[in-house]
T-cell receptor
Framework: DGGITQSPKYLFRKEGQNVTLSCEQN?????MYWYRQDPGQGLRLIYY???????QKGDIAEGYSVSREKKESFPLTVTSAQKNPTAFYLCASREFTGGNQPQHFGDGTRLSIL | EDQVTQSPEALRLQEGESSSLNCSYTVSGLRGLFWYRQDPGKGPEFLFTLYSAGEEKEKERLKATLTKKESFLHITAPKPEDSATYLCAVQAGNYGQNFVFGPGTRLSVLP
């Protein structure tokens, strides 16, 4: 079955620690996205990538970093500079960069502070 | 600035009691409006795309409609399994980064 796999499902971060969230898709989609979801708020865009080896900052990129070395993979690192990292993180992909196809989402990673 | 609001914030219905959820938007150059269903602890599941005012889409008990300023998700004779948070998102402009999400409506359907 094609889809988007996020791991781990739950993650705990110690102060001063960097943690990496995994996102893999086998849909052969060009574009990939990372969102942060907080209670009562809409999804907020952290980073997005339209092609391999290229990515752009979204609205709340500070304290986060990404890489796109392979088409199917788009890992997100939450650095120690992100002072309020507790949230539900969602990865999405989309078939093409242009056009108006919908985004498809993984099942998220919930990050908490120890 | 592109904005999306959803109302009500939460809705409680009895099984079989039909109702509608609202998504209001202000964007420049709407390319598409998307409805998603999100269950607790899961990622959003795509339901519908609407492209132009007057368009309607249906799936089982759900029907989505679009005007120039808002979209409605009508739920007919809901069942408890329809309980979820329903998210609305709009795409503006030509590139994939211009998706703006609303905060969602949390729907509970009681048996």
């Amino acid at each position: 079955d094609g889809g988007i796999t996020q791991s781990p499902k739950y993650l705990f971060r110690k102060e001063g620690q960097n943690v990496t969230l995994s996102c893999e898709q086998n849909l052969n989609h060009d574009a990939m996205y990372w969102y942060r979801q907080d209670p009562g708020q809409g999804l907020r865009l952290i980073y997005y990538s339209q092609i391999v080896n290229d990515f752009q900052k979204g609205d709340i990129a500070e304290g986060y970093s990404v890489s796109r070395e392979k088409k199917e993979s788009f890992p997100l690192t939450v650095t120690s500079a992100q002072k309020n990292p507790t949230a539900f993180y969602l990865c999405a992909s989309r078939e093409f960069t242009g056009g108006n196809q919908p985004q498809h989402f993984g099942d998220g990673t919930r990050l908490s502070i120890l | 600035e592109d904005q999306v609001t959803q109302s009500p914030e939460a809705l409680r219905l009895q099984e079989g009691e039909s109702s509608s959820l609202n998504c209001s938007y202000t964007v420049s150059g709407l390319r598409g409006l998307f409805w998603y269903r999100q269950d607790p602890g899961k990622g959003p599941e795509f339901l519908f795309t609407l492209y132009s005012a007057g368009e309607e889409k249906e799936k089982e008990r759900l029907k989505a409609t679009l005007t120039k300023k808002e979209s409605f998700l009508h739920i007919t004779a809901p069942k408890p399994e329809d309980s979820a948070t329903y998210l609305c998102a709009v795409q503006a402009g030509n590139y994939g980064q211009n998706f703006v999400f609303g905060p969602g409506t949390r729907l509970s359907v009681l048996p």
